[in-house]
């Protein structure tokens, strides 16, 4: 359990936007030194100017997190300035949708590039260190949290890439957590698994780097990307609040971190299924006219 945030260090990834952010907020409030990362360079300006005016110590570092030697890069910088950083927020993420055999080799290489590789770039980077720092000192203490998503614990349709590339970050974060307490315990890890909440991951698209340029957008894209921005842009919880529930997750130990509780009974009934090997239950079961509308659009010619 870590209580005491102040003068710790923290590096977080997409740190511009979304949860990145309003994690960035909480940790200037709390005294920390806060390391900002993030591809898109005036949202990390405008970021690094906000959270530098509270007082907080910052390190700015643009960084696509799906190149290895620029994570690598970020790590010696963070190690240069503030020593082995206490706690690692994987964060950033893209959002990518439509019919899973529709999407280019371009679209995967993207999302699983920042999705599955940045974390896992980052867990390669920091964990090294901050075991390290473990070691020369019974009282230090550190944690890892990876950002997933619902999707990754749940498939629903028309997007599937990020529901591959988020399932993959569910399972790479409960590893981590056993290899963790194998070797350690002074160090633990947790996974952020929030359903629609107001960020810019609707958005994402924004940033394709070049080289992986989206293609013109098929018909189950356009639907998929109209449906994302309505489906981010009402949620309820806001990005705030889920960065709260981080925190509070870190000081308790606690692995599953959920923005909405009551979708883990899609999570039980996916699960069911598995257990009873019966075949996928209709995520629209509760609200069958979604899936109506869906398949309607999808099948209009």
């Known amino acids: 359990?870590?209580?005491?945030?102040?003068?710790?260090?923290?590096?977080?990834?997409?740190?511009?936007?979304?949860?990145?952010?309003?994690?960035?907020?909480?940790?200037?409030?709390?005294?920390?030194?806060?390391?900002?990362?993030?591809?898109?360079?005036?949202?990390?300006?405008?970021?690094?100017?906000?959270?530098?005016?509270?007082?907080?110590?910052?390190?700015?570092f643009r960084l696509d997190?799906?190149?290895?030697?620029?994570?690598?890069?970020?790590?010696?910088?963070?190690?240069e300035r503030?020593?082995?950083?206490?706690?690692?927020?994987?964060?950033?993420?893209?959002g990518a949708g439509g019919l899973i055999w529709e999407n280019t080799l371009k679209d995967w290489e993207w999302v699983i590039g920042v999705n599955l590789m940045g974390v896992a770039h980052g867990v390669r980077v920091f964990t090294p260190m901050m075991l390290a720092a473990a070691a020369k000192d019974p009282a230090w203490q550190g944690h890892i949290v990876n950002t997933a998503s619902m999707a990754g614990l749940?498939?629903?349709?028309?997007?599937?890439?990020?529901?591959?590339?988020?399932?993959?970050?569910?399972?790479?974060?409960?590893?981590?957590?056993?290899?963790?307490?194998?070797?350690?315990?002074?160090?633990?890890?947790?996974v952020l698994c929030p359903f629609f909440v107001p960020t810019g991951i609707s958005q994402s698209h924004r940033n394709r780097p070049d080289g992986l340029e989206a293609a013109k957008p098929t018909r189950s894209q356009l639907i998929g990307q109209a449906m994302s921005d309505k489906a981010v842009g009402s949620g309820k919880v806001t990005a705030a609040e889920v960065a709260q529930k981080v925190?509070?997750?870190?000081?308790?130990?606690?692995?599953?971190?959920?923005?909405?509780?009551?979708?883990?009974?899609?999570?039980?009934?996916?699960?069911?299924d598995i257990l009873q090997a019966r075949n996928p239950t209709s995520p629209f079961a509760h609200k069958p006219e979604l899936g109506e509308d869906l398949k309607k659009a999808l099948r209009e010619a």
């Open 82 to 94: 503030f020593g082995a950083p206490h706690f690692v927020f994987n964060n950033a993420g893209v």
């Open 154 to 190: 749940l498939n629903a349709p028309n997007m599937g890439i990020y529901n591959v590339s988020k399932h993959a970050v569910v399972s790479m974060s409960e590893t981590l957590y056993q290899d963790l307490a194998l070797v350690t315990d002074q160090i633990s890890a947790s």
């Open 247 to 272: 925190f509070d997750a870190i000081a308790a130990n606690q692995f599953y971190i959920y923005s909405h509780p009551k979708a883990i009974g899609s999570v039980q009934t996916r699960l069911e």
């Open 65 to 79: 997190v799906s190149k290895a030697a620029e994570v690598e890069a970020l790590g010696q910088a963070v190690f």
């Open 1 to 60: 359990m870590i209580t005491d945030f102040k003068g710790k260090t923290a590096v977080l990834t997409g740190a511009g936007s979304g949860f990145g952010l309003e994690c960035a907020r909480i940790g200037a409030r709390l005294g920390m030194n806060l390391v900002l990362a993030d591809v898109q360079q005036d949202a990390l300006d405008k970021a690094v100017a906000e959270i530098s005016a509270t007082g907080a110590a910052v390190l700015a």
